[in-house]
C-alpha cells in the first residue's frame, strides 16, 4: 500500500467497476461484485490488490502471484492462479493506469494564497488557486481556476497560464503562454534566453530573444527541464507531450502533439518534431532538423540528419536501427579477431 502520509486511497472498487474504468472485460469464473482496496506489484500483491502483467519476462511472478485481480492480455490468461480474477486487456499497462488513476485521484486544489507570497496588484488569479509561500507573480500575470503554484516559483510579467495548472516548487516561468492541466515540475525554467550569439573576433554579440515559449494543453514537463524562448519564432510544445527530467529544449524548437521525451535529452534550436516521437534519454539533436511524426530516436543517439515519419533509429550518427546494431555486432567480431 503507498504510504497513507503522502497519497491518499480512494475505493473500495468491484471487479465490474474496475473493468468499466480499465476498458477491460472480467475473465471466466470472475465475480463482478468482488471488492478490492488497492492496486500492488505481482510480486506483493494480496487477495484485496489489482495487480497487472504487461511484460512476458514477469510470466514466472505471474503464475506466483497472491493478487485477488489482475490486468492481463488474453494470450496469458492460461498462466494465471487459479484463485486469480482476471481482467482481460489488449493494453494491460493502459488499462492499469486507468485502474490506478482511479484509486489515487488527484487531489483538487486547496484554494489557499499564503501570505509571504508575493502578487502585484494587476496581477490576475483564478478562482480556487493555492499559492505557496515565497512565490511571486508579477504584473499583468494571468493564472486560471484551480492553479497550485509551489514555493518561490516565480511567474514573470504577462505569463498567462490555463486552468488546472500545477507548478512545482522553485520553478521560474517568463515570456510563455500556457494552456490548461499542465503539470510543470520542481526547478523546471521556462522562457528563459535562447543561446543566440554573432560570433566574431571582436567578440560575441548577443542576438535578442524576442519570440516566447507556447505550451499546450495535456503538458507534463519534468523537474529541472528548460525550454527557451524563441528567437523570433516562438518555441512549441504540443498537446499531450511529456517531457522528462533534465531535458533542454532550444529556442524555436517545436514539439508535435504526444511526444514522449526521456530524461538528459537535448534538442537544439530550430528542431521540428512531428506527432507522437519518441527519444529516449541522452539522445541529442542538431540544430534544424524535422523529424517525422511517429519517429523513434533510441537512447544515447546523435541525429544529425532529418528523421522520416515512422523510423527508427538510434546510434551516432544516428541511423536506421538494424544497420546500426548490425554495424555494431560487425565491430564486435573485428574486435574479437583483432584480441585474438
Known sequence: ?????????????????????????????????????????????????????????YLNDFSKSRAGACLVHADHAANAPKEMALLISEDPYRAYAKAAAAFYQRKNTEAHIAPSAIIHETAKIGLNCH??????????????????????????????LGDDCV?????????????????????????????????????????????????????????????DRGSGPDTVIGAGTKIDNLVHIAHNAQLGKNCLVASQVGISGSTEFGDFVMVGGKAGFAGHLRIGEGARIAAKSGVTKDVHAGATVGGFPARPLKEWLLGVAALRRFAKKKVN
Open 131 to 160: 499559492v505557496s509561500p515565497g512565490a511571486v507573480i508579477d504584473a499583468e500575470a494571468e493564472i486560471g481556476q484551480n492553479c497550485s503554484i509551489g514555493a518561490n516559483t516565480v511567474i514573470g510579467k504577462s505569463v498567462i
Open 167 to 227: 507548478i512545482g516548487p522553485n520553478s521560474s516561468l517568463s515570456f510563455c503562454i500556457i494552456g490548461n492541466r499542465v503539470d510543470i515540475h520542481n526547478g523546471a525554467r521556462i522562457g528563459q534566453d535562447g543561446y543566440g550569439y554573432a560570433p566574431g573576433k571582436d567578440g560575441h554579440i548577443k542576438i535578442p530573444q524576442l519570440g516566447r515559449v507556447l505550451i499546450e494543453d495535456d503538458v507534463d514537463i519534468g523537474a529541472n527541464a528548460t525550454i
Open 1 to 57: 500500500m503507498a504510504d497513507p502520509r503522502f497519497f491518499s486511497v480512494a475505493g473500495p472498487f468491484s471487479l465490474k467497476g474496475l473493468a468499466a474504468i480499465s476498458g477491460s472485460r472480467i475473465g471466466d469464473g470472475g465475480n463482478p461484485e468482488a471488492q478490492f482496496l488497492d492496486v500492488q506489484p505481482l510480486q506483493i500483491a494480496g487477495p484485496e490488490h489489482l495487480s497487472f502483467l504487461d511484460n512476458k519476462l
